[in-house]
């Protein structure tokens, strides 16, 4: 049975970071590609970023580039989201994602798994 547990998030301040990560059980971890989205109160669930099985590429949306970071440990299954300069619309619940079949996506519909999610809020 494949489980994804989001841990990590809390309340910080604006302009501060966080890091957040996602372990990853009951899946061969280094053959999928992953995927962080978000969702706020009231929206819809978006992408942040996504990362291919190796790492070697990775994908950001416009609203994560340049201030977030997505990376992988294959050794300890699990998927990292360095998150700096947090701004208060980044509150949300953050979650991982796993696209088994695919090379990461920013689509949520081709995920297979995901986690519970994480709350992150941010204060002005």
């Known amino acids: 049975q494949v489980q994804l547990v989001e841990s990590g998030g809390g309340l910080v301040q604006a302009g501060e970071s966080l890091t957040i990560s996602c372990a990853a059980s009951?899946?061969?971890?280094?053959?999928?590609?992953m995927g962080w989205f978000r969702q706020a109160r009231g929206k819809e669930r978006e992408f942040t970023a996504a990362i291919i099985w190796s790492g070697g590429r990775t994908y950001y949306a416009d609203s994560a580039k340049g201030r977030f970071t997505i990376s992988r440990d294959n050794a300890k299954n699990t998927v990292y989201l360095q998150m700096n300069s947090l701004k208060p619309e980044d509150t949300a619940v953050y979650y991982c994602a796993a696209d088994v079949w695919g090379s990461g996506s920013s689509d949520p519909s081709v995920h297979d798994y995901w986690g519970q999610g994480t709350q992150v809020t941010v204060s002005s």
């Open positions: 009951g899946v061969t971890f280094s053959r999928i590609a």
